[in-house]
């Protein structure tokens, strides 16, 4: 199944399981459905079975949103208890459309705990109080952790069932293109390793003397980790540069924002370390994953890397948000590096690599090895310093169900394939009625003329930026008054001039003039709106974030 035949499906406002191989875009897909919802006016709460998940997606851990905490099992009198904290009760009660990334994590004991939760708060019994559930991930990644007993996968929890899911499994591939290397990871995933596989790993076997310097490492274990990046900083002359990551927000949100960032509370780097960033450039001029070197240090005082492929970018601190129906409730701010000498493969789950060094002679669970390689996009980016038969083991479980899976997506293609448009849109339009919002037809605009119109039905969060940004002198003035980075404002500004909410009156006060004809110069000479060329064409002159007001501007 495609992205957008999955996105189709999401829409109807069907309960639905995304799943598909690492690469196939679950995440992509996912915030497209986001962006669909909240265009529509219905925000979605967006939950994870772990921190390190929840901050790839800007939401709450599903422990945290539900309330059950670290709670391995609930009597009776705990579901009253938790029910009876009315945050909590607000916050499910409000909640119309539930999405659960990285399924596979998470135990059908806490699948089911929190569908209790639901159940009592909501005063429904259906599955999980009535919402729409969205669920996303792959089982043949990271299994279940239990601090007692082995963990049971959440599909096998009877609530599972009862949700009737539609399975959409993604086949399309957008990490790695390499047939050879794509072979090779069908083959673990299928439980069909032989001895040439292997062979093909194993040619990728390189010496401790001979590996790629400024390389990330995975291994399975955190001390493994913690050692190699401290003696590797250690190593380089200079002195180190501390930068310490600042939080707003209620003490507990904030530590578990703080669990799941990839950045550490604590970011040391010296001129000449390796390093990867932690976070998507809204600017496009790096991702999660990509790495890069410390070349100096700007006039801020702040890291300026040069990337692997060349480009000498000048960093600053980036938000990680935890949002709950449309409002922060919580944020972090770091500089979105992390040494990039070693990290475990638990948290390279979700990231896509250029190279990776594994010692994956450790491997203990299954699945890991599979993550951890199919992380890299080509299999000339794999360096092998340790393999071992575990590393190549999925649960013996899901090779079964995989078939289920995938059986279960296509009948569902099938049928919506033979369904009229009209007949998806009549059931779109349903869901979003439904659920409270107003149907957008694709390229509409709202009522221009009104801003009380243009606000209304608007997520708050962008509703409070576009409120800001008009009584605001300048992006940093705006930026300070809403508590975020400028470039958070922008993306907030991009997002609603992608729902037909934005005006250039709302926001052309916050260029500076002498600006705008240069930019709108150097847009006219390329024949793309791709904000790097334009950027290095105007020599550093004007930031990324004038360049995408400007670029607004045009729209």
Same mark, same amino acid.
Not at 1 to 14: N, S, V
Not at 272 to 286: D, E, H, L, Y
Not at 539 to 555: A, C, D, K, N, Q
């Given at each position: ?16 399981y ?92 806490t ?12 005063r429904?019994d259906?599955?999980?109080g ?46 790695q ?62 002195r ?20 799941g ?37 700007s ?33 972090? *701010?770091?500089? #979105?590096? %992390? $040494? &990039? ?13 250029? +190279? /990776? ?49 995938r059986?279960?997506?296509?009948a ?8 009229l ?34 606000? *209304?039905?608007? #997520?708050? %969060? $962008? &509703? ?13 003035? +705006? /930026? ?25 009156t ?32 105007l ?17």
């Open positions: 199944m495609t992205q957008g035949e999955a996105l189709t499906i999401l829409k109807t406002g069907a309960n639905v995304l799943t598909g191989e690492p690469g196939s875009g679950k995440t992509h897909t996912i915030n497209e459905f986001v962006s669909w919802l909240r265009a529509s006016g219905i925000e979605p709460s967006v939950t994870a079975a772990t921190g390190i998940a929840a901050t790839h997606v800007g939401g709450m851990t599903l422990h945290s949103w539900s309330g059950i905490g670290v709670s391995e099992s609930l009597s009776r009198a705990d579901i009253d208890r938790i029910a009876g904290k009315e945050h909590i009760a607000r916050r499910i009660q409000k909640a119309k459309v539930l999405i659960i990334e990285e399924i596979s994590m998470l135990s059908a004991t699948f089911e705990m929190v569908d209790a939760v639901c159940r009592e708060v909501r429904i259906a599955p999980f009535g919402l729409v559930v969205v669920l996303v991930g792959d089982f043949f990644q990271l299994p279940p952790v239990s601090r007692h007993t082995e963990a049971v996968f959440a599909y096998r929890s009877k609530v599972w069932r009862e949700l009737n899911l539609i399975t959409c499994y993604l086949t399309e591939q957008y990490r293109d390499d047939s050879e290397f794509l072979s090779v990871l069908a083959a673990i995933r299928t439980g069909n390793v032989e001895e040439f596989h292997y062979e093909e790993l194993m040619a990728r076997h390189t010496e401790s003397t001979e590996l790629p310097v400024n390389t990330p490492k995975l291994f399975s274990h955190n001390a493994d980790v913690d050692r190699i990046n401290a003696a590797e900083l250690a190593k380089l002359p200079g180190v540069r501390t930068f310490r990551m600042s939080s707003k927000g209620k003490d507990s949100l904030v530590e578990g924002l703080k669990r960032c990839l950045s550490p509370e604590v970011l040391e780097l010296k001129e000449g370390a390796a390093v990867m960033f932690t976070k998507n450039s809204p600017q496009g001029r790096f991702v999660n994953g990509t790495l890069g070197v410390i070349t100096g240090w006039v801020d005082g702040m890291p300026v890397v040069e990337t692997k492929n060349g480009f000498t970018v000048s960093t600053e601190p980036m938000e990680w948000q935890l949002e709950e129906q449309g409002k922060v409730k919580a944020s972090v *701010a770091q500089v #979105p590096l %992390r $040494l &990039a000498y070693a990290m475990t493969v638990h948290k390279s789950q979700g990231m896509s690599m250029d +190279a /990776a060094i594994m010692d994956l002679s450790k491997a203990f669970e299954y699945g890991q090895g599979y993550v951890a390689l199919s992380r890299v996009r080509k299999l000339s980016g794999v360096y092998l310093i340790g393999l071992n038969q575990r590393a190549l083991e999925v649960h013996p479980e899901i090779l079964e169900k995989d078939r289920d899976f059986a279960a997506s296509d569902a293609q099938s049928a919506f394939s033979k369904m448009e009209t007949e998806k849109v009549s059931l779109q339009k349903k869901f979003v009625k439904a659920m409270g919002g107003a149907y957008v037809t694709k390229g509409a605009k709202r009522d221009m003329q009104n801003p009380k119109q243009r606000n *209304a039905g608007l #997520p708050g %969060r $962008l &509703a409070e930026t576009l409120q800001s940004v008009r009584g605001a002198k300048s992006l940093k003035e +705006a /930026a300070k008054m809403r508590r975020f980075v400028p470039s958070t404002i922008v993306q907030h500004l991009e997002e609603l001039d992608a729902i037909g909410a934005l005006t250039r709302d926001f052309a006060h916050l260029v500076p003039m002498d600006a705008i004809d240069e930019i709108h110069e150097a847009f006219a000479g390329e024949s793309s709106d791709k904000l790097s060329p334009i950027f290095h064409a020599g550093g002159r004007h930031s990324f974030e004038t360049i995408r007001l400007v670029r607004l501007m045009r729209s």
